[in-house]
């Protein structure tokens, strides 16, 4: 287990080695909010919006201008 520090709330906690690899996403175990590995050496986390992962946004209609 490693010790990581969640980049929204601050706090730490420990995550397995295996899930600590470029572009990852795990949640913090504090707050819950969904992380993403942005570099490795030395590691780096970022917090996901994850406004843009939710489909409902996009539009089933829109044809992207495609005739």
Not at 25 to 47: A, G, H, N
Request: proline share 3%.
């Amino acid at each position: 287990m490693i010790q990581v520090e969640c980049p929204e709330c601050g706090e730490r906690f420990e995550v397995e080695s295996n899930v600590l690899f470029l572009l990852n996403r795990f949640y913090c175990s504090v707050c819950d909010v969904m992380l993403e590995v942005i570099e490795e050496e030395p590691l780096v986390l970022d917090v996901v919006d994850e406004e843009f992962l939710e489909d409902d946004d996009v539009d089933e209609d829109d044809d992207w201008g495609v005739e």
